[in-house]
């Protein structure tokens, strides 16, 4: 997890999924990506295409409910008189797809296209 400055005020928080080993664990199927040189093989002329950016879209897709429990951090430092009122460690569950997790592409095309699976 880091923090990237965006303006004066907004600092949002990023967790960046291979960090944690989590990676390690999972399995994700490879599919290749068109980038610009394949896509120009297959257009006409007179065809045009547009430039969809999914990668921020990640947020928006909930991260498979089986992964859940092991994204989270530990917010025991932050908050240390919660802390110890509680023999439970102190987490912040991490609900949503994460940049740098392995599955996070596969679990956003699904969305994206409708599709199914586990």
Not at 96 to 103: E, I, P, Q, S, V
Request: charged share 25%; net charge negative.
């Amino acid at each position: 997890m880091f923090d990237r400055p965006k303006g004066d005020s907004d600092i949002p928080l990023v967790y960046d999924g291979s960090k944690s080993g989590l990676n390690g664990a999972l399995w994700a199927p490879w599919f290749a990506l068109p980038t610009v040189e394949t896509m120009c093989r297959t257009l006409e002329p007179g065809y045009w295409c547009a430039d969809n950016d999914y990668g921020d879209q990640f947020l928006n897709c909930p991260l498979d409910e089986r992964i859940q429990p092991y994204c989270g951090i530990d917010l025991s430092q932050l908050y240390p008189e919660k802390a110890k009122k509680t023999e439970d460690l102190l987490t912040a569950i991490w609900t949503r797809n994460a940049m740098g997790l392995k599955t996070s592409p596969i679990l956003r095309c699904r969305e994206l296209f409708g599709l199914s699976g586990s």
